[in-house]
């Protein structure tokens, strides 16, 4: 049969500005007429622009939440009338991101479509989002979301075959013609590819000796998973149970559910306290949680020692070797967005490596990546990754940590990380978020803090806190100039640099859906080694006193505690 293709006219919807990581919205917004449409009608403008369309291939699937099928039908529809031709598209439209960017990369994709609020909260009343990666599997850069963001603007009708559906059960090819021309679409299992890679990148012998106890290990290494009931579970259950021995019992809530059992599928102390709990018990060596579409991970060691994001990707570095990716390839150069603590640099420095402090979101790394001066990068957000694809890899990172520890019989979570403090001295780090604030008070309390910079009164300026005394040194609002196409990006969040190194940031959050998230980022330097263990809070309670003094915050937004602490 000839599918025909139809133009429905539309008109634009305000507000489709792609954020830190594509559009985010609610799943009714999603739902209202034409919004999903008018969304994909401008990634394929955009694209149209500046590549070849017509037969390319591109790759389309998401995190399973609920609304992922929907728009996956609504996509393959309209690819097919813009002579898309073929998407590679993941079984019941699910593919993690990370096994997305891969998938572009191994095929030569185009590009793909990502279907996730990552890790936001899913169901018919929270959210959905979309996202467009290009040809080097990594998100679209700044200059790419804008010009989609300006097709949303003046959008007048969008191209759909409106007689086309897909099966999206049954593995393998379904043709098409529409219009006379051929349209192909080829369901493919979400995990084997990904599991290639993984098998590529590390030594799984050497994982599973671990977990299973063998040779020097002496006794199993018991680790424990939480999908969150997001995109993992699937991709956990075959690695770490099927293929390195772990027991699946201990891959918890590996069912990808649409609503992610109504919890938020977020990877840190907050939201995946049931982890957190059942490390503390102590039965367990080593756990790890990912976010809803599976690039973002926490790092737990045995009785609930947590390994900050900004920790974990410098001791990821310290021990690169024992990854025998990085082994055979070498070590180009490391990264971290701005707000992430500087552990990661003093590893840089020790091994002559380059290292790239970018604004938050991981677009900002692909540049690097591509221009081979990047291998190991990551971000306070628990985002940790390298240059195998162009996202940040939750099960990758757990990967990296075990062969980390299978590399060092004996060693735990533990004393990996206060070994690397006690070499390299310790960055205390920690996160405060003040999430759904209304927008107008968090946009004062910026603006107020613009306003100190523009003024510069305030440096030289001493601020006493718990006994003690902080002097600042610099504000500013971080801007970051790409080494490799010399792109500017301005205002990546207020910096507050203090004399003995302390550091505080203020940025709004890019990744919500409704209201304005504030988070507030403190980290210090401290090489005394006999505050080592000490608590991160008690540290650095002195320096967020300092904050919500110079930032009024509390006054602004009538906030007097944030929703998550990191
Ligand atoms: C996503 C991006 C990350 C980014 C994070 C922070 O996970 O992929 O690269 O660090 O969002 O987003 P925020 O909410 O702080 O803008
Ligand atoms: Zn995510």
């Not at 996956?72 to 309209?78: L, S």
């Not at 999206?168 to 006379?180: C, I, N």
């Not at 390195?244 to 992610?260: Q, R, V």
Request: net charge neutral.
């Amino acid at each position: 049969m000839d599918l025909k293709i139809m133009s429905v006219p539309t008109k634009p919807y305000d507000g489709q500005k792609p954020g830190t990581s594509g559009l985010r919205k609610t799943v009714k917004e999603f739902q209202k007429p034409n919004y999903t449409e008018n969304f994909i009608q401008a990634i394929l403008s955009a694209v149209a622009s500046v590549e070849k369309l017509e037969k390319s291939l591109l790759v389309v699937g998401g995190d399973g939440r609920f609304y992922c099928e929907d728009a996956v039908q609504i996509i393959a529809k309209m690819c097919a009338a813009h002579k898309v031709g073929k998407l590679l598209i993941g079984q019941k439209g699910i593919f993690s991101t990370p096994a997305v960017s891969n998938l572009i990369r191994k095929n030569n994709a185009l590009g793909g479509i990502i279907l996730t609020a990552s890790h936001n909260p899913g169901g018919p009343n929270a959210d959905f989002g979309i996202k467009y990666n290009i040809s080097n599997g990594g998100p679209a850069p700044d200059a790419f979301t804008n010009k989609i963001f300006d097709h949303t603007k003046s959008i007048k009708e969008y191209l759909t075959v409106p007689n086309m559906t897909i099966n999206l059960e049954t593995l393998g090819v379904q043709k098409f013609t529409v219009d006379g021309v051929p349209f192909e679409v080829e369901i493919i299992d979400p995990v084997s590819d990904y599991v290639a890679l993984m098998k590529d990148l590390f030594d799984f012998r050497q994982i599973k000796d671990l977990i299973s106890g063998k040779g020097t290990h002496k006794k199993p290494f018991v680790v424990t998973f939480d999908s969150l009931h997001g995109v993992t579970g699937p991709y956990v259950r075959k690695i770490f149970c099927e293929e390195l021995g772990a027991s699946k019992e201990n891959a918890c809530n590996a069912d990808p559910l649409p609503d992610f059992g109504g919890e938020h599928p977020d990877p840190n102390l907050t939201y995946a306290h049931k982890l957190v709990e059942r490390m503390q018990k102590g039965t367990f060596d080593f756990g790890a949680a990912f976010d809803g579409d599976g690039d973002r991970n926490m790092i737990l060691g045995k009785n609930g020692f947590f390994v900050t994001p900004s920790d974990s990707l410098a001791v990821i570095g310290a021990n690169a070797t024992c990854i025998p990716y990085f082994a055979k390839n070498g070590i180009k150069g490391f990264a971290r967005s701005m707000p992430t603590a500087g552990a990661i640099d003093r590893v840089a420095k020790e091994m002559g490596k380059e290292l790239f402090e970018v604004p938050t979101g991981w677009k900002y790394f692909g540049n690097l990546m591509d221009a081979g001066r990047l291998s190991l990068c990551g971000e306070e957000s628990f985002g940790t990754g390298s240059d195998h694809i162009r996202e940040k890899d939750g099960v990758w990172t757990a990967l990296a940590w075990l062969s980390i520890l299978a590399a060092h019989p004996q060693a735990s979570v533990e004393s990996m990380v206060t070994k690397h403090w006690e070499k390299y001295g310790r960055n205390f780090f920690t996160r405060y978020d003040y999430e759904n604030c209304e927008d107008a008070g968090a946009k004062k309390m910026m603006d107020h803090l613009t306003a100190l910079i523009h003024d510069g009164k305030i440096i030289g300026k001493e601020f006493s806190e718990a006994g003690k005394t902080f002097k600042l040194a610099k504000i500013d609002n971080f801007s970051y100039k790409d080494p490799v196409d010399n792109s500017l990006s301005e205002n990546q969040g207020i910096r507050l640099l203090f004399e003995d190194g302390s550091r505080l940031v203020f940025r709004l959050s890019g990744t919500g859906s409704t209201g304005s998230t504030i988070r507030l980022y403190g980290d210090c330097y401290e090489p005394d080694q006999h505050k080592m263990k000490m608590d991160a809070q008690t540290i650095l309670k002195p320096l967020i006193s300092v904050a919500l003094q110079v930032s009024k915050l509390q006054e602004f937004t009538g906030r007097n505690a944030p929703t998550v602490i990191t």
